[in-house]
């Protein structure tokens, strides 16, 4: 797994590629864990090229979700694929993420 980023003004944003399992979810939990504990909460995580996630992303991306809340805002999530969709949805965890087609839509709801 490889992480991208880009920055859009005050947003950073964190793009996976590859499936979120295993030692890889973890990688991802911790590289999400940063982030969520740095000084600037305003992060998107792009989802457009995670083609499926296990428990362990799930659980780590719950995680900052709810550490993000704590702080005010809501984990954004873009391009989520389908199978991904159809995981937050079988599990109820959905309505704990902001879901975005674009990056620039994303970028854009912490106007």
């Known amino acids: ?3 991208d980023h880009q920055t859009f003004g005050t947003v950073e944003v964190c ?9 890889d979810a973890e990688r991802f939990g911790a590289h999400l864990h940063a982030q969520v504990e740095g000084s600037n ?3 998107v995580v792009g989802m ?3 083609p499926y ?3 362990v992303a799930l659980e780590r991306l719950l995680s900052a979700a709810e550490a993000l809340q704590s702080r005010g805002t809501r984990l954004k999530l873009v391009g989520t694929t389908s199978t991904c969709r159809e995981i937050f949805g079988i599990t109820g965890l959905a309505n704990h993420f902001q879901f975005f087609e674009s990056i620039e839509d994303a970028v854009r709801s912490f106007l």
């Open 41 to 43: 909460p305003r992060f």
């Open 53 to 55: 996630m296990d428990s």
């Open 1 to 3: 797994m490889k992480i």
């Open 15 to 23: 793009m996976p590629i590859g499936a979120l399992v295993d030692d």
């Open 48 to 50: 457009n090229e995670v």
